[in-house]
């Protein structure tokens, strides 16, 4: 009687899935390029870090000293995006490395159950089988440390004739954000990324096929990942065409992808309206546990629409 908690189908029409396809992302590198054309490999391998994390590892793995753009668009790895590996692979020590210094444990994958004795035994030969990788417990994983590789990006500036400056520059802070918020410092059970990003499923036990012995888990997070940002959901699947139903962007997945979002973003703020000395007076009050917007400088932007209506309803302004 549980329902299907599998996490691809959510995460398929996650930005996270979608990170290498984003047409934004992609004209702002072009442009950072544009603007400074002796940084090139510099910055592509910088961004790719984090948009294509596993294609940008396996080339640095291979000995490659930058992954560049016109990689990206012919790796299959990196068109992942940020597919299961780039978080449940990553080691115990997150929390202390950023922009895109991903640290991973060879052929470990790591999960938040199978801590203590009475949760149930991990059954691990299908994984072993099929991937080679093993399973095993990791605290990390349910923690928001895990998000701050790529979640935080310091970079390094340079002046108009591009000689760098020697100064950094903090682009995103996420992370950061949530460390320092009321969100993080509350006691010993602190809001962390996944409790929103990654809601558990609802509506009654939740069947998880882990092979023989088979149980049922009620605190299956959602692979949903729903952050801020309809549009740019949208213009992947503009941008892809033909190929989105390839990428598993179909039109029920994108939907409710959109919906997710929506929610988000009503969830995400409080907001209050009073009437002081004839002025009217608008309060947003952030429950988002991070700067409201937070991510990307440029995508910074939120909107208030205020609208007067009559005792019937109608719009007056």
Known sequence: ????VNPTDEWRSSLMANSAKDPFWRAKVAHEVAINPDHQLELEDKCTSCH????????????EEHYAMAQLFQDSLAMDG??????????PTVGNSFSGELAFDSAMIYGQ???GKDDPLLYDPPMITYTGYNIGYGAHVDGSEVCAGCHSLVTQT???????????YVEQATYHEWLNSAFADDG??????????MPDQVGGACGFYTGPPFFERDDVGAHSFAGGNTWVLNAIVEDL???????????????AANARTEQMLRDASDMELSIEGGDLKVRVVNQSGHSLPTG?????????????LDDSGGLIA
């Open 241 to 255: 065409g033909d190929d989105a139903s390839f990428y598993g962007l179909t039109t029920d997945r994108v939907d």
């Open 52 to 63: 294509a994390p596993l294609g940008h590892f396996n080339a640095h793995h291979l000995g």
């Open 82 to 91: 940020v597919s299961c590996v780039a978080c449940h692979q990553q080691a």
């Open 158 to 168: 340079a002046d108009l004739d591009g000689n760098l400056t020697g100064q950094d």
């Open 188 to 197: 010993e059970t602190p809001t962390e990324c996944q409790d929103c990003h």
């Open 296 to 308: 990307y400088p440029e995508g910074r932007r939120m909107w208030i629409n205020v609208q007067f």
């Open 113 to 115: 159950y199978g801590a």
């Open 1 to 4: 009687n549980g329902h299907d």
